[in-house]
Nanobody
């Protein structure tokens, strides 16, 4: 079965950290750009970060620059999103997607998308 599975979400206090993982099964991530998206309650889904297939280029939405880091380990067929200095406005369901290209921080030509992992930042 071809799928992406996110993990690592949870409840964290403001200022805390989480590391999200996006693992692929049934296919290799090597050829895909990978993007992270999030959707807060009552809001539209937004792009957060994107990494090219080689990992040589990364992009972030302004609101997370300097706090989030996207990386990939193609040997493990996994992409990560390290989130530091979390804020309540980072709360939402985080999704990863495999696509053809990063256009800035948005991954386009998406072929696969995971089911999401909940991130809640609250005291």
């Amino acid at each position: 079965q071809l799928q992406l599975v996110e993990s690592g979400g949870g409840l964290v206090q403001p200022g805390g950290s989480l590391r999200l993982s996006c693992a692929a099964s049934g296919f290799t991530l090597d050829y895909y750009a990978i993007g992270w998206f999030r959707q807060a309650p009552g809001k539209e889904r937004e792009g957060v970060s994107c990494i090219t297939n080689s990992g040589g280029s990364t992009h972030y939405v302004d609101s997370v620059k300097g706090r989030f880091t996207i990386s990939r380990d193609n040997a493990k067929n996994t992409v990560y999103l390290q989130m530091n200095s979390l804020k309540p406005e980072d709360t939402g369901v985080y999704y990863c997607a495999a696509g053809s290209v990063c256009s800035g921080y948005v991954c386009y030509g998406r072929t696969y998308r995971g089911q999401g992992t909940q991130v809640t930042v609250s005291s």
